[in-house]
């Protein structure tokens, strides 16, 4: 089965940097590539996904880039605010009829 | 605004009750989940149904057992709860294309 690891499990940063989140995955037949937030007491939400045929996707100040060779994609927040702060979930999927394998989370702190 | 809802948000029970978690979804999903959510462990795939009567283990299903008898409905069972499945429960669906989940906002189970 697929195994998925995320990279830093903490990361603490100040209002305005960026923050990259790292996410390796073992099973080369994935195509689908999420990433989930998580606030403190909420759901997690779909915030980006990209699809194996782009090697990059943004959407305002988060991005998901995608290395297929490497098995392995990341988040990208930029101007990183205090809201960001939460844990972050990968979930690489092949979408042949199993369920999402999540990684173990980041959790981001943003001070201001 | 598209829902899954978890019936109970914090729920109590006793060792060797028998537990019922209930989630139900509005959005015509054919696929849905549930993963139980501990500090340090992420997310973990209990079981998942991909349609009516239909169900598959995921991870860690010792101890648990789910009913799916419509589509919109599936339940996840604790036959004799024990102290160690005290945790967070956390319902998901998504529609057979694959694609993001949408999540329940959990039920925090203790089990004392």
Redesign the interface.
Known sequence: GENVEQHPSTLSVQEGDSAVIKCTYSDSASN?F?W?KQELG?????II?IRSNVGEKKDQRIAVTLNKTAKHFSLHITETQPEDSAVY?CAP?D?A?T???????TTLSVSS | DVKVTQSSRYLVKRTGEKVFLECVQDMDHE?M?W?RQDP????R?IY?S?DVKMK?K??IPEGYSVSREKKERFSLILESASTNQTSMY?CASTSQG????T????TRLTVV
């Open positions: 689908y999420p989930y909420k759901r997690p939400q779909l996904d979930f999927d979408q009829g369920a999402l394998i999540f990684g173990k989370g | 696929n989940f993963y340090g462990l992420g997310l795939l998942f991909y598959e995921g991870d956390l694959g694609g993001g989940y999540f329940g906002s959990g």
